[in-house]
């Protein structure tokens, strides 16, 4: 059964087919494609891709559901009622007024004769004629009767939405000069509308919805008959008066409506699959609230006609014309729960296959197998985010994720209304402007600026011309004009008078030519059109001349660009040097920060070319870029910085290719970021801050890739090849955008400015940091969990109280510890413990919340339950435990044992239908943990009971004893084994691995602690990977593959074709490795374990590598020094065993042996012996524990010391040189083959002398 169908709203008959959907498919070919027609002016840029789709023409008639016929939920009967109570009012009011009622009859008469005729459901035989007797108020009820002629025309409707909303819009405008209090409800709507219109696709049902939004406003336009706003109705109120509440109410409608309408089409095709039956019922409220609205505005309008001074008869004219155009919510409501887009099709039926929205929702497995179904196809603007969990957010309640999204829908809807108003606004005249008419002699005609228009005309140009004649066309009549003048000037002997505009000449010229081109094509398509220069001479500031603005793109663009570039650079320099200072529990996001978005934001800044400009022609563009940045700063802050797609960006930045915003964009963005890192210093910031930030820029980076696609296409198209001309365009802009290969190239070769890290940390004096800059809350900082010690006592509850067995038994303090029988693993986890109560739904039911200790920050999980008692007087229990973090139960279905202190079982997670994939044995008991921890596994009972419970027994002893005398020994052993725990939680997420002694012992700790032991002790992992460890993001041990956590290792001597450094984990198994190409496949040789390493404490980035590298290749030749120095002849450092008693160590102050570490940072010389070292590094005298070392080995020869380029270069005559010998040795064995040839040929030719073996024999050589 469709998932759509869950609502019972509409009850179909006259054998519907189930899912109307597959017949929606099966017509579709029936049914020609619509196509859109044309649009008009600036809506022919927009790529709605509404797809159509063919209606079935099998629909039956629908009965009317209980809530639509009731007056409240359908426009009908309430237009109805209003036609009807305008038709008795007439006659009871007008003939004290006019006294030429009968007129007036007859025009009413006349309107429903019109509107029987004229509707185009009123065809003879129509079984909807009844509805049109419903619609004139001749006393039928509503009838929602849907055929399909209307639900085609829904689909009309759906599909030609965007080009009939500008027309109404503009008829809206002028009634909004007559009647201003309309206009809130109008911003709303063009607001929301523009908003639609910047989607880049938009969901056919929330257009759907949106028709019936457009029909609502449709209404206003009866407004027109009222010529007179101060006239006031039967009731002596004027019209602004009666309908002003109404119109506000609208405008809020429409913007939540919008609002919802927002996350729809936010959401993931699978999550609206799945999720279509809720969000479906709140679209059709919206459509019926919109429905009762248009009634609304009728009636209040109806009102006020009843006067008959504006024309009673032209009024209902114009009801009927606008009943046609209609479209009846029933229509609407049935378009949107049917309706399913070609691409979901496919997840529809996926998930009809795996039983249902309702069965997949609760199926783990099922939804990850969708999800990485929804992976493999393009996801637009949702890269990368594809993972479950974000499915999981999709997944919400719709009123809380409107209720989420409303805060910054709203900001964004208030940049659009500023935008639209400021547009209105700006509706004037400039001076070079010419007054448009009529177009009467050519296209010409419709050229706003009076210079183009000369030129256009003069040239003969139809509706486009070629860019590259237009600019020169353009700098020849600016020139010529020049010249003129001063012709002029000198035969009439008039002083000189320079023009204003002079100086710009210099930069209209063919120099310039490629940007001013760019500056008008603004589609890159070789031609420049009508409404091009339109859009180009009208987006200048008002008070600028054309020249000046063409000047601008030809150089003042590129200038500014330079500008804002070099601002831009010092603040992510400024960034890199806060690394040291900030808060240690805010240093993983701010490095995940920093990594994720330098090397973008790198790619798509850096290939700019720099132009600068002499200072008097850098001010003349001085105001506009100002305004810009103002402007953008201004929309920015309204929606609190965040943006979260495309579509808001381009709210953000107004009409326009991205790269005109580029740069005062990522400006602002970084500047806002900073002040977010400088926070971090001091305070602890939510996560989520920093990750907008970071997607807030790849928003801007995806923006640029999509506009370098598209142009790419159009050069493609032209039969250019791409790659040459983003060499040559848009300033060199977008060479690099989407190419990281060569762009890390670059990076590296680039000659970046050296970081001077702020160690300062939390100086006193530093002034109190603004908080004003962030969206969420600061957090408290990190603490272990102590509290986890304090004794928790079992509350009974009043349900508890009135228990009955079985359910009696099972309530109180349980503990448990769960096992995996394949491979045996007891226990599987640490013990964890529930108090179980009765649930408050209903006596039978069990209910607990718990959390497993071993889950970082302690994830918690629900717990569900019941009891069954079997024939046989066995009492099973079934308990089910659903993790809040994700849609993961495990199900646990055990036997009371004959003590009613221990229930055995076996476990395992559901899965589809229920299915139950068994892990293992369980146990429950009321045992305390200490005496649960010595239980012996599961299946030891199974082998040998009486032999299990013996040693049970027996360890169990032996651990009371231990406790009871509260020996020196049993805290050494608790310490110890706390240390160990901590030690292995860690390792197990990053480094070293451990080995198979480690996880023995690993093993034994689990099982001995208790659940409190264990969730503090992960509490305390926690702590201590916030507060002291580095974690090296992104960096695996090229040997054991782990996660680096501490000391990462970097070869100083292998070069890797990716340009990725070659990083070991500080096991000293893994120092003594040979890593080869297999491993690392960008590896030309392999690493050795002679290689000079260097050890880093700190995170290093690639911003940050050409630094580190200078660094430590001047201190390893520093330590040689010192080395070569104190090498007398009677210590020979050719030998490892070797010590240098010369040289002490920083820490154990013994004499150093090799291979031993010395400091980069110090400015002495610094050895430590890697004893020393392996303890976590030494902070003595000036050094620190994170100062990076370099490794001194002994030293079998001098190698020369090689920078990175010579290294590639090295790496690059090494493939030369395998290419040579091969060619070589090819070249030899062709030698060898000819020789060959030429004795077979010879032997042949040459009489026979001997039988073959002495040929054979015969040496070649
Ligand atoms: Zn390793
Ligand atoms: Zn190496
Ligand atoms: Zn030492
Ligand atoms: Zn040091």
């Known amino acids: 059964m469709s998932p759509f169908h869950i609502l019972p709203k509409r009850r179909a008959k006259n054998g519907t087919p189930d899912s109307p959907r597959d017949d929606a498919q099966s017509q579709a070919a029936s049914v020609s494609p619509l196509s859109i027609p044309g649009a008009v002016g600036s809506i022919s840029s927009h790529q709605s891709r509404i797809r159509s789709a063919g209606r079935s023409t099998l629909d039956p008639i629908h009965e009317p559901s209980s809530q639509t016929a009731s007056a409240e939920g359908n426009g009908a009967p309430a237009q109805s009622a209003s036609v009807s109570h305008s038709a008795s009012s007439v006659s009871g009011t007008t003939h004290h007024e006019s006294g030429d009622d009968d007129h007036v009859n007859e025009a009413i008469d006349e309107a429903a004769q019109e509107l029987r005729a004229r509707s185009p459901a009123a065809k003879p035989g129509s079984k909807l004629g009844k509805k049109i007797g419903a619609l004139v108020g001749i006393g039928q009820t509503a009838n929602g009767l849907v055929s399909s002629l209307e639900t085609d025309s829904i689909q009309n409707a759906v599909n030609g939405f965007f080009e009939s909303v500008p027309v109404l819009v ?10 201003p209090f309309i206009s809130v409800a109008l911003l709303a709507f063009k607001a929301v509308y523009t908003f639609e219109m910047k989607r880049s696709e938009n969901d056919s049902k929330v257009i759907a919805l949106y028709v019936e939004m457009k029909d609502m406003m449709t209404v206003l336009l009866e407004l027109k008959s009222i010529k007179d706003p101060s006239a006031v109705d039967v009731e002596g109120i004027a019209v602004e008066g009666r309908m002003q509440g109404l119109i506000k109410q609208i405008a809020e409608d429409i913007k939540r409506c919008a609002n919802v309408c927002d996350v729809w089409s936010k959401m993931r095709s699978l999550a609206k699959v799945l999720k279509a039956p809720f969000w479906e019922s709140n679209f059709v409220d919206l459509v019926n609230l919109f429905a009762q609205r248009r009634a609304d505005l009728q009636f209040a309008m109806s009102m006020h006609a009843m006067r008959g001074i504006d024309g009673v008869s032209d009024q209902l004219k114009g009801i009927s014309r606008l009943m046609e155009e209609r479209t009846n919510p029933e229509q609407i409501i049935y378009f949107i729960q049917t309706y399913v887009s070609q691409e979901d099709q496919h997840l529809y039926k996926q998930v ?6 309702a069965a997949v929702l609760h199926d783990q497995c099922a939804l990850e197998e969708l999800t990485a179904e929804g992976a493999r196809e393009p996801s637009g603007e949702h890269d990368g985010a594809s993972d479950l969990r974000s499915l999981q957010a999709d997944l919400r309640d719709p009123a809380e994720a409107a209720n989420e999204n409303l805060p910054s829908f709203e900001r964004k809807l208030e940049i659009l209304q500023r935008q639209i108003v400021e ?27 009076k210079d183009i228009y000369t030129i256009w005309k003069e040239m003969g140009w139809r509706g486009s011309v070629k860019t590259r004649h237009f600019v020169l066309a353009l700098r020849d009549f600016y020139h010529d004009r020049v010249e003129e003048s001063k012709r002029k000037e000198a035969a009439s002997d008039v002083a000189y008078t320079s023009d204003a505009d002079a100086w710009s000449l210099e930069f209209i010229s063919m120099k310039w030519l490629q940007s001013i081109s760019e500056a008008f094509d603004d589609d890159a398509s070789g031609f420049v059109t009508i409404a091009e220069a339109n859009d180009f001479t009208s987006s200048r500031p008002t008070n600028w001349s054309l020249p000046r603005w063409i000047a601008y ?25 806060l690394k040291p200072c900030i808060h240690p529990q805010n240093r993983q996001m701010v490095e995940r920060y920093l990594n994720h978005t330098w090397e973008q934001l790198m790619f798509s800044t850096m290939p700019l070319e720099p132009l600068t400009l002499l200072d008097k022609v850098q001010r003349r563009f001085g105001d506009y870029v100002v305004s810009e940045e103002t402007r953008l700063k201004r929309n920015l802050e309204t929606i609190r910085y965040r943006v979260d797609d495309l579509t808001t960006l381009s709210i953000v930045t107004g009409p326009g290719r991205i790269e005109k915003y580029l740069f005062p964009l990522l400006y602002l963005m970084l500047q806002r970021d900073l002040q977010i890192l400088k926070i971090c210093r001091h305070h602890i910031v939510d996560e989520r801050e920093l990750w907008d930030c970071g997607d807030n820029i790849l928003t801007v980076v995806n923006a640029c890739k999509t506009r370098k696609q598209s142009l790419g296409e159009t050069f493609s ?15 060199r802009l977008f060479e690099l955008t989407d190419d990281w290969k060569e762009g890390r190239k670059r990076l590296y070769d680039a000659k970046l400015a050296h970081i001077h890290y702020d160690e300062s940390s939390g100086t006193a004096g530093e002034e109190k940091s603004d908080l004003s800059a962030l969206n969420h809350p600061l957090k408290e900082p990190y603490r272990p969990e102590v509290e986890q010690y304090i004794a928790k006592q079992y509350v009974e509850t009043d349900e508890d109280r009135m228990a009955q067995s079985p359910i009696k038994e099972i309530l109180g303090t349980w503990y448990s510890l769960l096992s995996k029988r394949n491979p045996p693993e007891w226990p599987m986890g640490p013990m964890f413990t529930v108090e179980i109560h009765v649930a408050k739904r209903g006596p039978y039911e069990l209910e607990a919340v718990g959390s497993m200790p071993d889950s970082m920050r302690g994830i918690t999980f629900t717990l569900g339950g019941n009891a069954e008692t079997t024939a046989h007087g066995e009492t099973y229990y079934t308990l089910h435990l659903s993790s809040t973090f994700q ?37 429950l008991t009321r045992m305390t943990p200490e005496v649960l921890s010595c239980r012996p596994a599961p299946w030891k009972f199974e082998q040998n009971r009486i032999r299990a419970l013996w040693r049970f027994a027996l360890s169990a002893t032996r651990q009371q004893v231990l406790r009871s005398t509260y020996s020196w020994k049993f805290f050494k052993q608790r310490r110890t084994a706390r240390l160990r725990y901590v030690e292995f939680i860690l390792r197990e997420r990053f480094g070293p691995r451990l080995s198979a002694e480690d996880e023995v012992e690993y093993q034994g700790l689990i099982r001995s602690l208790s659940p409190a032991d264990a969730r503090f002790y992960a509490s305390l992992a926690e702590h201590q990977l916030l507060q002291t460890a580095c974690v090296h993001h992104g960096y695996e041990c090229d040997n054991c593959s782990c996660q680096i956590r501490g000391s990462r290792m970097v070869c100083m001597t292998c070069a890797t074709r990716s340009l990725d450094t070659l990083d070991l984990c500080s096991d000293p198994r893994c120092l003594a490795s040979t890593v080869t190409p297999t491993q690392r496949s960008d590896l030309a040789s392999p690493h050795l374990p002679t290689h000079d390493i260097f050890q880093l404490r700190k995170t290093m980035y690639m911003r940050e590598r050409q630094q580190y590298d200078a660094q430590v290749r001047e201190a390893l030749r520093r330590s040689h020094a010192t080395l070569d120095e104190l090498d007398a002849p009677d210590s020979g450092p050719n030998t490892s065993s070797m010590v240098n008693r010369k040289l002490r160590c920083l820490g154990c102050e013994g004499g150093v042996k090799w291979p031993c570490w010395y400091c980069v940072e110090c400015d002495d010389d610094v050895f430590l012996c890697v004893a020393c070292d392996i303890k976590g590094g030494i902070t003595k005298n000036q050094h620190k524990e994170t100062h990076t070392l370099v490794r001194c080995q002994a030293r079998m020869r001098e190698e ?27 070249d030899g064995l062709e030698a060898q083959l000819s020789r060959i040839q030429e004795l077979l040929e010879s032997a042949v030719s040459r009489p026979m002398l001997g039988p073959g073996p002495r040929s054979a024999s015969h040496p070649w050589t």
Not at 570 to 575: A, E, R
Request: proline share 3%.
């Open 170 to 179: 503009r008829a809206l405008d002028e009634i909004a000069k007559i009647h």
């Open 887 to 923: 849609a993961y139960i495990v199900e646990l279905r055990g036997k009371m044992s004959k003590s009613p202190t221990l229930i055995e079982g076996v476990w395992g997670g559901v899965g589809k239908e229920a299915t139950h994939t068994e892990v293992g044995p369980f146990v």
């Open 1200 to 1226: 020369p010391q090689l920078s990175i380029e010579q290294r590639m270069e090295a790496l690059e005559t090494r493939f030369g040189t395998m290419h040579d010998s091969l060619y070589h040795r090819l």
């Open 423 to 449: 547009d209105t606004e700006k509706i004037m005249v400039r001076e070079s402007d010419r007054v448009i008419e009529s177009v009467t002699s050519g296209p010409h005609d419709r050229i706003l600026d």
């Open 553 to 577: 793109w030809a150089v003042g663009w590129q200038n500014t660009a330079t500008i804002y570039k070099e601002k831009i650079y010092k603040i992510v320099d400024s960034m890199f040097a």
């Open 717 to 731: 198209h032209q039969g250019w090849i791409p790659q040459e001309q983003f060499k040559s365009k848009y300033c």
């Open 352 to 357: 009809t296959l795996r039983g249902g929205a």
